[in-house]
T-cell receptor, first 114, second 108 residues
Framework: KAGVTQTPRYLIKTRGQQVTLSCSPISGHRSVSWYQQTPGQGLQFLFEYFSETQRNKGNFPGRFSGRQFSNSRSEMNVSTLELGDSALYLC?????????????FGPGTRLTVT | EDQVTQSPEALRLQEGESSSLNCSYTVSGLRGLFWYRQDPGKGPEFLFTLYSAGEEKEKERLKATLTKKESFLHITAPKPEDSATYLCARKRPGKSTFGDGTTLTVKP
């Protein structure tokens, strides 16, 4: 089975621009979560989607948004980029969204904002 | 709100020197406890899921155990290839909370 894929792998953007990141979950997985990882803050939860519905959102400003399509693929968008948005953005999929299902992570998208 | 704390932050071992990593959490109850391994520049790799106090799971040189308030990841006779950051997480529907991880370095 193919793992979680994320595109692009690396991205360099300028402050004020916007960016869209894509995530394809493992086939059959319906839950997709997004995380931001930085050296100082660790893994921070952004949001989770299950069956095209956002079920929960972390403590991030409204500039961070996402969506999930009917095939479970997901995108996240960051508008008006700030220098502090430079991070590794990770997508994780799981079979279901409940507490008992482990998550499988993609390789991440390394975003650098200059 | 579930909080997850891992200790130590960093651990340096000689090859073959066994040790344990700790993961403690504030909210007990029926939730999964997950362990992941993360290599630099890569996404976390799933290792174990534990649900009940007293539960244990093993994989090669790693053994994870669970009590009501904490989990341990025991590393027996580690090798340099075990060097990585080990993360634990608690999950409830809609959200996972991760600890900051323990960075393990195993010297040959």
């Amino acid at each position: 089975k193919a793992g979680v894929t994320q595109t692009p792998r690396y991205l360099i953007k300028t402050r004020g621009q916007q960016v869209t990141l894509s995530c394809s979950p493992i086939s059959g997985h319906r839950s997709v979560s997004w995380y931001q990882q930085t050296p100082g803050q660790g893994l921070q939860f952004l949001f989770e989607y299950f069956s095209e519905t956002q079920r929960n959102k972390g403590n991030f400003p409204g500039r961070f948004s996402g969506r999930q399509f009917s095939n479970s693929r997901s995108e996240m968008n960051v508008s008006t980029l700030e220098l502090g948005d430079s991070a590794l953005y990770l997508c994780a999929s799981s079979l279901e969204g409940g507490f008992s299902y482990e998550q499988y992570f993609g390789p991440g998208t390394r975003l650098t904002v200059t | 709100e579930d909080q997850v704390t891992q200790s130590p932050e960093a651990l340096r071992l000689q090859e073959g020197e066994s040790s344990s990593l700790n993961c403690s959490y504030t909210v007990s109850g029926l939730r999964g406890l997950f362990w992941y391994r993360q290599d630099p520049g890569k996404g976390p790799e799933f290792l174990f899921t534990l649900y009940s106090a007293g539960e244990e799971k093993e994989k090669e040189r790693l053994k994870a155990t669970l009590t009501k308030k904490e989990s341990f990841l025991h590393i027996t006779a580690p090798k340099p290839e075990d060097s990585a950051t080990y993360l634990c997480a608690r999950k409830r529907p809609g959200k996972s909370t991760f600890g900051d991880g323990t960075t393990l370095t195993v010297k040959p």
